[in-house]
T-cell receptor, first 111, second 114 residues
């Protein structure tokens, strides 16, 4: 079965520090992996996707993600966190007509 | 226009009421989705429409009835809901048939069933 897992329910980071939100995947064949962000009382917003090619994917708002096939991971990263990055982050895998989400990681960035 | 618009933003209904949620997009997307999301949980897929035809129904109870009148509109008709149906209902759209395409989400309708 296609799935993704986010091992951390919450990540706390100080403003200006680098941040990482973890995601591992279990997918047969070529994975189509995504990161979405959800701000309070809003829908989900697309951040970035990995299809094929370069393992380092750059996305919106300064985020990037590294696809690691040997570790079956797709961690989301940002070099310098902002308070405004505080939100709920979802890793997802797309297969057929469905987008299958991880459980989500709540990122809290403190000043 | 890269927006998915959902109305109403908030809805309170009794268990005997009939109401409808509406979703609209003008991006030319031919795939549209309904998701249900509980607080701080991942969205759960309910229905997928592709070219105005229902292509996926994730075994959703019949008290939820989707409708896609045209390529820009998606409705979700609600009848005889239960309190546990209270949730954020999200609409999304994408290019159809392409597993590598991103979804565009609306801001959702926060539904409370009393």
């Amino acid at each position: 079965a296609q799935s993704v897992a986010q091992p951390e329910d919450q990540v706390n980071v100080a403003e200006g520090n680098p941040l990482t939100v973890k995601c591992t995947y279990s997918v047969s064949g070529n994975p189509y992996l995504f990161w979405y962000v959800q701000y309070p009382n809003r829908g989900l917003q697309f951040l970035l996707k990995y299809i094929t090619g370069d393992n380092l994917v750059k996305g919106s708002y300064g985020f990037e993600a590294e696809f690691n096939k040997s570790q079956t991971s797709f961690h989301l990263k940002k070099p310098s966190a902002l308070v405004s990055d505080s939100a709920l982050y979802f890793c997802a895998v797309r297969r057929g007509g469905k987008l299958i989400f991880g459980q989500g990681t709540e990122l809290s960035v403190k000043p | 226009d890269t927006e998915v618009t959902q109305t109403p933003k908030h809805l309170v209904m009794g268990m005997t009421n009939k109401k409808s949620l509406k979703c609209e997009q003008h991006m030319g997307h031919r795939a549209m989705y309904w998701y249900k999301q509980k607080a701080k949980k991942p969205p759960e897929l309910m229905f997928v429409y592709s070219y105005e035809k229902l292509s996926i129904n994730e075994s959703v109870p019949s008290r939820f009835s989707p409708e896609c009148p045209n390529s820009s509109l998606l409705n979700l008709h609600l009848h005889a809901l239960q309190p546990e149906d209270s949730a954020l209902y999200l609409c999304a759209s994408s290019l159809p048939g392409a597993t590598n395409e991103k979804l565009f989400f609306g801001s959702g309708t926060q539904l409370s069933v009393l």
